[in-house]
């Protein structure tokens, strides 16, 4: 409880935090001050982020243990509809934050989204600090008794919260109407409580403070109209006309008055929480004479308060309730949270239970309640706001090699069966792409899915000599796959199927393959098998974490077909000074003395981040791709493609000092390193080197075949470059420079947006 409880004569002191967004973390200084005069105040008032900052006083921070929460928090994603990418389901990673708009489809008509944050992150953030509240339903009960405002969105007045759940209460209380979605507080729609009583002096007084420190990061009346930046801005004056008419009266019932200078700052400036922290300590100290002054008056103890630690205690969930799904069922649900009546939980067990759930991509928000039990234990209410049936994705695109074009993707729940989702994605470009992308949950645990999947391609990729371009082919590729994988962990995933390619190649020069010939066909059936590792904190712009691919594939028939212009009966093949002639009629018999009967081919890449600080990492790679066979020298077997910044399939391996699909090889091996350096927040600029070695043949054939040291003799690139990317609204904008030890010409590269590719960088 607050100091000197047993001394009943002496003088009770509130505390009032006004509130003001990003601009309430300057309390934290002020009650810094506080507490190195030896003031605990008996009461806390607080209103939207002082709020939070004051709730979070009352059940036992301190002011260094605040500001570490401050610290340590990701403003970016908390005040977001986003997530961190490596809470998204493995089977959702794909498809998730690449598209510039989100329009929800209803009753067969596009509908513009409201564009205001569920705040997902945030009740987050505010369920595991606000952990050690779970035990009181009272908030008189907390150490020091609380009270927070917020507004009744139905009736417009103001409501007083002073028992619940205190995760509610802090997140209704912080509801803003410009940003934030309603709250569901207890059946009430509620909003910021900044709409009626952003400094709520009088309510301190109701709950029997003699003395009020309060402290307004706010406005002190009415902005004028000419110095509105923005049309949130005039809606939140205009939303906030209540509250500024009792703020004088408020102001005058402080006894210490403090009103930290931050101008310059916005309610939306999380991102210069250092610099609001600091503005808040110098408030504090501005003010710390009249604290001691006060302090000393009252003979209070000058003891720094211990706090309460960030370690917990878990408890006993007794049962789990979940309400709101339609789409996904309780047992797909209880599924990803992972977690049984009568398991014994720790905060952290629960907010991973959470991702989990969220992460399937399927929800506007999932948040839950914990209510205690007279036994000791806990009910668990998940509550799930699930995102519209269909909806409809898009972005814009632009590289100097696929030219630009528009991405479209239509994502569907269960139009095939419940629990499932169908995604059509369409790149319309002069280098059309199209899929047909559907997963099925499986099991009564539904900790595997049924995966169906069609891809069309068609790609117009130059082939280089030495760096420079020489020819253009025209490449139409098709696959289809079906695989069963898994879906309990957010971390990995295995997965197990069969596939069918087929691919078309042209040459638009007649360069690289003869004018006689009007497409070479090469077609595989097989099995696949695949793990994959992901932890990355972000597909586009990593600056933690770690990627595996561990692929094989093995091709168990394969077909290789030339077809010749309709007025040709010749194929015509230069060797050197001689040429060979093979009649149209031998070419499929021609064709059949190199099309293997069956072979393997494994892929591993491996990418590591490691952060140095926050504005520097060390990004190792390696990357190895094997074939394996029996079968002799004269055989073909399929290609690994190396090169460039992007990965338009899974397994592609950029590659330093070349452009993409430079290369394409039966085995390479590749090790590198890449420094990677933010000099502001949402700039990256990266360098690196890697060391390629490739070779042709396979393995295993009882010829020579290919040996290991063909990596070291004249197929050893040393590639090096240089790209910086911008953090766009467009998606990562990316201009780089490359080349390599072997030729030395130097390749440009640009790229804008979000593409059909697995990666844009």
């Known amino acids: 409880m607050a100091q000197n409880d047993g001394d009943k004569e002496r003088p009770k002191i509130g505390l009032v935090l006004s509130g003001g967004g990003a601009k309430g973390m300057a309390h934290v200084g002020v009650i810094k001050a506080m507490e190195k005069a030896g003031i605990r105040p008996d009461y806390i008032v607080g209103t939207s982020m002082g709020a939070v900052i004051g709730g979070l006083y009352a059940i036992g921070y301190n002011a260094d243990e605040l500001q570490s929460i401050i610290m340590q928090a990701d403003w970016d994603l908390i005040?977001?509809?986003?997530?961190?990418?490596?809470?998204?389901?493995?089977?959702?990673?794909?498809?998730?934050?690449?598209?510039?708009?989100?329009?929800?489809?209803?009753?067969?008509?596009?509908?513009?989204?409201?564009?205001?944050?569920?705040?997902?992150?945030?009740?987050?953030?505010?369920?595991?600090?606000?952990?050690?509240?779970?035990?009181?339903?009272?908030?008189?009960?907390?150490?020091?008794?609380?009270?927070?405002?917020?507004?009744?969105?139905?009736?417009?007045?103001?409501?007083?919260?002073?028992?619940?759940?205190?995760?509610?209460?802090?997140?209704?209380?912080?509801?803003?109407?410009?940003?934030?979605?309603?709250?569901?507080?207890?059946?009430?729609?509620?909003?910021?409580?900044?709409?009626?009583?952003?400094?709520?002096?009088?309510?301190?007084?109701?709950?029997?403070?003699?003395?009020?420190?309060?402290?307004?990061?706010?406005?002190?009346?009415?902005?004028?109209?000419?110095?509105?930046?923005?049309?949130?801005?005039?809606?939140?004056?205009?939303?906030?006309?209540?509250?500024?008419?009792?703020?004088?009266?408020?102001?005058?019932?402080?006894?210490?008055?403090?009103?930290?200078?931050l101008e310059g700052y916005s309610n939306a400036s999380f991102s210069s929480y250092r610099e609001i922290l600091n503005l808040g300590h110098k408030a504090g100290e501005e003010n710390f004479a009249k604290f001691e002054k006060l302090s000393d008056?009252?003979?209070?103890?000058?003891?720094?308060?211990?706090?309460?630690?960030?370690?917990?205690?878990?408890?006993?969930?007794?049962?789990?309730?979940?309400?709101?799904?339609?789409?996904?069922?309780?047992?797909?649900?209880?599924?990803?949270?992972?977690?049984?009546?009568?398991?014994?939980?720790?905060?952290?067990?629960?907010?991973?239970?959470?991702?989990?759930?969220?992460?399937?991509?399927?929800?506007?928000?999932?948040?839950?309640?914990?209510?205690?039990?007279?036994?000791?234990?806990?009910?668990?209410?998940?509550?799930?706001?699930?995102?519209?049936?269909?909806?409809?994705?898009?972005?814009?695109h632009y590289d100097n090699l696929f030219s630009a074009g528009v991405l479209l993707n239509l994502t569907v729940r269960d139009l095939f069966g419940k629990p499932s989702r169908t995604v059509g994605i369409l790149d319309v470009s002069q280098n059309p792409k199209f899929r047909i992308d559907h997963y099925k949950y499986l099991g009564d645990n539904k900790k595997f899915a049924l995966n169906l999947r069609y891809n069309y391609l068609f790609q117009q990729i130059p082939e280089y000599v030495n760096g420079v371009r020489q020819d253009l082919f025209l490449n139409r590729e098709t696959h289809i796959g079906a695989n069963i994988l898994t879906t309990h962990s957010l971390k990995q995933s295995f997965w197990l199927g069969g596939f069918y390619e087929r691919s078309r190649a042209q040459s638009s020069f007649n360069i690289s393959i003869p004018s006689e010939v009007r497409g070479a066909y090469f077609t595989y059936m097989g099995l696949r098998f695949l793990h994959t590792r992901n932890s990355l904190n972000d597909r586009n712009y990593p600056t933690a974490g770690a990627e595996t691919i561990l692929e094989g594939m093995f091709r168990a028939y394969s077909n290789y077909r030339i077809k010749l212009r309709n007025d040709v009966d010749t194929l015509t093949l230069g060797q050197g000074d001689e040429t060979v002639k093979i009649p149209k009629e031998s070419l499929d018999e021609t064709l059949d003395q190199i099309t293997p009967n069956g072979f393997i081919s494994l892929y591993f890449n491996y990418v590591k981040y490691f952060p140095l600080n926050d504005h520097f990492q060390v990004i190792p790679t390696v990357a190895l791709g094997l074939t394996l066979s029996g079968q002799g020298d004269d055989f073909s077997f399929s290609e690994f493609t190396l090169g460039g910044y992007q990965r338009v399939d899974f397994n592609d391996t950029p590659v330093w000092g070349l452009n993409y699909a430079e290369l394409t090889t039966e085995n390479f091996g590749k090790v590198g390193v890449n420094f990677q350096w933010l000099p502001t927040k949402n700039l990256y600029l990266r360098m690196g080197t890697n060391l390629l070695g490739h070779g042709y043949h396979s393995l295993l054939n009882n010829g020579e075949g290919f040996q290991f040291n063909e990596f070291f003799e004249d197929?050893?690139?040393?590639?090096?470059?240089?790209?910086?990317?911008?953090?766009?609204?467009?998606?990562?904008?990316?201009?780089?420079?490359?080349?390599?030890?072997?030729?030395?010409?130097?390749?440009?590269?640009?790229?804008?947006?979000?593409?059909f590719n697995y990666s844009d960088r």
């Open 79 to 261: 005040v977001s509809n986003r997530v961190n990418f490596n809470t998204i389901a493995f089977e959702e990673k794909e498809y998730y934050n690449r598209y510039l708009f989100e329009l929800p489809i209803i009753k067969g008509r596009l509908v513009v989204p409201t564009g205001l944050i569920e705040g997902q992150k945030l009740s987050e953030t505010l369920h595991y600090y606000t952990w050690p509240s779970i035990q009181y339903q009272d908030f008189d009960e907390f150490p020091i008794p609380f009270r927070c405002v917020t507004t009744d969105l139905k009736t417009g007045k103001g409501i007083v919260v002073g028992s619940g759940y205190l995760p509610d209460a802090l997140r209704s209380s912080i509801a803003i109407p410009s940003a934030f979605t309603p709250f569901d507080l207890d059946s009430t729609l509620v909003v910021d409580g900044g709409v009626v009583n952003n400094f709520p002096v009088n309510v301190a007084q109701d709950m029997g403070a003699d003395i009020i420190i309060g402290v307004n990061v706010g406005e002190e009346d009415f902005v004028d109209p000419k110095e509105l930046g923005s049309f949130s801005d005039i809606l939140m004056q205009v939303a906030m006309a209540s509250s500024y008419k009792k703020l004088a009266t408020n102001i005058s019932g402080c006894d210490i008055y403090i009103k930290p200078d």
């Open 297 to 396: 008056s009252l003979a209070l103890e000058k003891s720094k308060p211990p706090g309460i630690g960030l370690i917990v205690y878990p408890v006993r969930i007794s049962k789990i309730t979940i309400q709101g799904n339609r789409l996904f069922s309780d047992e797909l649900i209880r599924s990803k949270l992972g977690i049984s009546p009568m398991d014994t939980v720790t905060r952290s067990d629960l907010q991973a239970g959470i991702d989990r759930v969220f992460g399937v991509n399927g929800f506007r928000k999932v948040d839950y309640n914990l209510k205690p039990t007279v036994t000791g234990d806990y009910e668990l209410l998940l509550k799930a706001k699930e995102k519209h049936t269909t909806i409809l994705h898009g972005a814009f």
């Open 715 to 755: 197929r050893l690139i040393w590639g090096y470059g240089v790209d910086l990317t911008l953090d766009s609204f467009l998606g990562p904008i990316t201009g780089g420079l490359s080349s390599n030890t072997k030729d030395g010409v130097v390749r440009p590269y640009l790229s804008i947006g979000f593409s």
